[in-house]
């Protein structure tokens, strides 16, 4: 189990307790200690270290609004123009800390959305691995926990996708194993937009347990009994495990929450 709690100025107090309450309301196990990103700056650092020792980083004094104004029209995302590659101008100082891209594509076999590819250099650019007020960024975070966790697959939502051959990059320069990925539609409203906080998507309510799996369940191709809706959270899981079928997830990105 793993905390990613990094940017503690905008965590909410009570939050990573409140996540563990519900994950336990709704029947999760996990072995072992919990995992708290927030405490992890001394493995991170780490990794940086070994990153700058290879010249696989460097500093950069940038603004995003500065990346912002140099970056073609069309992209989804600001792509960083290489502006600090070759050193800082003398007047300006060290902000954030970038890792260094080339233009060779990085491709894989994601275990349901087929086979990915993204040329970093074309589509990102070099990407922040030290943010400009210190923390560490999710990229270098999330390889560094998960070499350490020794996880083998990852099993996530699709709005992650993109984000997946920055971390392959590190894997590779930190000499890290690469997992297999697999990255599920995720879950929209009506206007497209991911159930979240953000556009007010109702939380999950302990005592509707076995309810919400089982709509989970229906959003994710499998056929649950509509008996299990009341059952108690143990038969639910024991169906799921005994009836799980990965190829009748929908080969989708996102998919609408009514679905479930």
Known sequence: ?????????????????????????????????????????????????????????????????????????????????????SGIPADRRARAIRARVDDTAIAFEDRLQGKIEQNLAAEVGDFVVRRADGHFAYQMAVVVDDFEQGVSDVVRGADLLASTPRQMLLQRRLGYPIPQYLHLPVAVNR????LSKQTLAAPLAPLEGSLQLWRVLRFLGQEPPAELKAERMAALWSWALANWHPDRIPRSRILPEDLA
């Open 1 to 85: 189990m793993r905390i990613e709690d990094l940017d503690s100025p905008r965590e909410a107090k009570g939050a990573a307790d409140a996540i563990l309450r519900t994950l336990e309301d709704y029947g999760f196990e996990w072995d072992g200690s919990v995992m708290r990103q927030s405490r992890r700056g001394a493995a991170y650092a780490a990794a940086l270290e070994h990153l700058e020792r290879d010249g696989a980083v460097f500093s950069c004094a940038c603004t995003r609004r500065e990346i912002s104004d140099s970056t073609l029209g069309g992209t989804s995302e600001p792509i960083y123009p290489g502006t600090c590659r």
């Open 191 to 194: 206007n497209g937009e991911k």
